[in-house]
C-alpha cells in the first residue's frame, strides 16, 4: 500500500497559485491518485483524480510526473473559501483491486488562504 | 438533484449497545461506500456495496457490517460497541463500483460512553 506525505500545513494569500506536493514514493502499478477537500464538519469533496502526466478540470490540474512517486495539485487564484483540508489518496480505486480495502486517507494538508 | 444523506446525524450510546446509520445515496448511484474518520486514524475505507452486493471491505472487525437495499440506499451495523468507536461515519456513493469519483455526505457523529 502506497504510502504518502504530504507538508502538514500551508498558507496562502487570496488570488495565487498553491501547488500542495504528496509524494507517494512505493505508488504500485495499478494505483491511481485522488485528491479530495474537506472542510469542518463536513465529508470530503472529490476535486482530481488522475494516473499518469496531467490532468485538469474546472477546477484544478493534477501533474503527475513519469515516475509517479509524487503528485501536485495546482489550485489556480484560490479564494478564502478555499481554506479547507485537502487529502492526497493513492490505492487501487478499481473494485476488486488489490490494495482496495487497505485504503486510507493520510493526515492531509491544511490551507489557510489569507486576504 | 440532491446530495448524499446521512441520518441521524448525530448518536450518543453507551458501550455494548450496538447502532445502525443509514445513507442514502446520489439518484442514479449504485455505489455506497462507508468510511470512518478520527483524529488519530484520519479516513479509512470500511467496505463498498454495489447492486446489493458487498464488493469490496477495509480492515475491520466483524462488528462492522453493512448492507444494500434494491432503491441502493445502505446501512452500516456496529455491534457490541467500543469506546474506539466514537467518530465521524462517512458514507459516499458514486456511479460505479470501485473509488472513482465520490461524493460523501455530511457524515453521523458517533460518540460511545
Known amino acids: 500500500l502506497a504510502k504518502t506525505t504530504q507538508p502538514i500545513s500551508m498558507d496562502s494569500y487570496e488570488g495565487q497559485e498553491v501547488n500542495i506536493t504528496c509524494s507517494h514514493n512505493?505508488?504500485?502499478?495499478?494505483?491511481?491518485i485522488t485528491w479530495y477537500q474537506q472542510f469542518p464538519s463536513q465529508g470530503p469533496r472529490f476535486i482530481i483524480q488522475?494516473?499518469?502526466t496531467k490532468v485538469t478540470n474546472e477546477v484544478a490540474s493534477l501533474f503527475i510526473p513519469a515516475d509517479r512517486k509524487s503528485s501536485t495539485l495546482s489550485l489556480p487564484r484560490v479564494s478564502l473559501s478555499d481554506t479547507a483540508v485537502y487529502y492526497c489518496?493513492?490505492?487501487?480505486?478499481?473494485?476488486?483491486?488489490?490494495?482496495?480495502?487497505?485504503?486510507?486517507f493520510g493526515q492531509g494538508t491544511i490551507l489557510t488562504v489569507h486576504p | 438533484k440532491a446530495g448524499v444523506t446521512q441520518t441521524p446525524r448525530y448518536l450518543i450510546k453507551t458501550r455494548g449497545q450496538q447502532v445502525t446509520l443509514s445513507c442514502s445515496p446520489i439518484s442514479g448511484h449504485r455505489s455506497v461506500s462507508w468510511y470512518q474518520q478520527t483524529p488519530g486514524q484520519g479516513l479509512q475505507f470500511l467496505f463498498e456495496y454495489f447492486s446489493e452486493t458487498q464488493r469490496n471491505k477495509g480492515n475491520f472487525p466483524g462488528r462492522f457490517s453493512g448492507r444494500q437495499f434494491s432503491n441502493s440506499r445502505s446501512e452500516m451495523n456496529v455491534s457490541t460497541l467500543e469506546l474506539g468507536d466514537s467518530a465521524l461515519y462517512l458514507c459516499?456513493?458514486?456511479?460505479?463500483?470501485?473509488?472513482?469519483?465520490?461524493?460523501f455526505g455530511p457524515g453521523t457523529r458517533l460518540t460511545v460512553t
Open positions: 488522475g494516473y499518469k
Open positions: 489518496l493513492v490505492g487501487d480505486i478499481r473494485s476488486g483491486g488489490t490494495s482496495y480495502g487497505k485504503l486510507t
Open positions: 459516499a456513493s458514486s456511479l460505479s463500483s470501485g473509488l472513482y469519483e465520490q461524493y
Open positions: 512505493n505508488i504500485a502499478t495499478n494505483d491511481y
